[in-house]
C-alpha cells in the first residue's frame, strides 16, 4: 500500500486516526491487529460522519480499513491485489 499513496501518517492511537479521517484531515485509515477497544470509538466517528468502515484479514485481530466511500472501495481494491499476488 505504502508505495501508492503519498504519505502515511500515525499519530499512535488508532481511535484518534479514525477520529482525523472522520474530521476530513487524513484520507483514509488502515491497521492489522487492532484490539476493538483501539478503534470502536474512531469507527463510530467515522461512520457518524459519513464514512466507511470495513474489516479485513481474518485472524490477525481487528483489522479495518476507513474513509469515505470511495476511499476504502480503492483500499479493498489494492488489499485484494495484494492477496492474489501473496
Known amino acids: 500500500m505504502i508505495p501508492k499513496v503519498r504519505g502515511v501518517r500515525r499519530m499512535g492511537a488508532a481511535a484518534y486516526d ?9 484520507d483514509g485509515y488502515w491497521e492489522v491487529n487492532l484490539k476493538a477497544w483501539d478503534m470502536a470509538a474512531g469507527a463510530l466517528c467515522v461512520e457518524e460522519a459519513g464514512g466507511q468502515v470495513l474489516p479485513f484479514l481474518q485472524g490477525r485481530g481487528v ?13 479493498s481494491a489494492e488489499w485484494r491485489a495484494w492477496e492474489k499476488k501473496n
Open 18 to 26: 479514525l477520529c482525523m479521517v472522520a474530521s476530513g484531515a487524513l
Open 63 to 75: 483489522s479495518i480499513m476507513a474513509g469515505h466511500r470511495k476511499i476504502v472501495k480503492l483500499l
